[in-house]
């Protein structure tokens, strides 16, 4: 596969068969992201749609001296908020359960180790849920996303030193309702 900034580059220039490679490269995370903040598989899936038509439309506001991937997820959390704010007029149609959360079975492991991570996703998916949408925020950015304080401190327009005190924050609330959903794990 090429490397971003050469398939940027030819994305510019008109190249499908590039801009396909791109969004293959990137679809998984862009839906892993919808999925967190919409918590709806088919609206997060709809959104992910709605976050590659402005990725393609912004292109050549990327600056190739910056970083794609959190310019990348900057625009994919904006287009987020834009859909919870727009969802927040409607009433939701159905809630969606956290067991229904979709696992993409990878090569390898064995049935009994899909079943322990199925039961891990679900534990986190579930102690998620009911934390604050800012410790949740912090959590997907940073410790799903993997992305750095420093681009958090940017793509949220805060000062670093929130983002580490939110971070810790976070995480231990994370830890503390782990706990109390099941208080056997860890041990």
């Known amino acids: 596969m090429l490397d971003v900034t050469t398939l940027i580059a ?22 892993g992201l919808a999925r967190h903040y919409l918590r709806d598989p088919e609206e997060a899936r709809d959104v992910a749609q709605e976050i590659f038509i402005r990725i393609y439309q912004r292109l050549d506001t990327f ?14 959390r904006n287009c987020c908020i834009d859909r919870l704010r727009r969802n927040k007029v409607r009433t939701p149609e159905h809630s969606v359960p956290v067991e229904d959360e979709p696992h993409i ?14 039961e891990k996703h679900t534990l986190l998916y579930a102690a998620l849920e009911n934390m604050s949408d800012t410790n949740r925020e912090i959590i997907l950015l ?25 971070s810790n924050r976070a995480r231990s609330d994370l830890a503390r309702r782990i706990r109390v959903l099941d208080p056997s794990y860890g041990v």
Request: proline share 4%; with cysteine.
């Open 105 to 118: 079975a990878a090569e390898g492991p064995t049935v009994e180790d899909q079943v322990a991570t199925g």
């Open 63 to 76: 600056q190739g001296d910056a970083k794609f991937v959190p310019w990348m997820l900057s625009l994919a």
């Open 142 to 166: 940073k410790e799903i996303q993997g992305l750095k304080i420093e681009q958090i401190a940017t793509m949220l327009a805060v000062p670093v030193g929130t983002v580490k005190s939110r």
């Open 10 to 31: 030819r994305c510019r220039q008109g190249d499908a068969l590039a801009w396909e490679a791109l969004v293959r490269a990137y679809q998984g995370r862009i839906f």
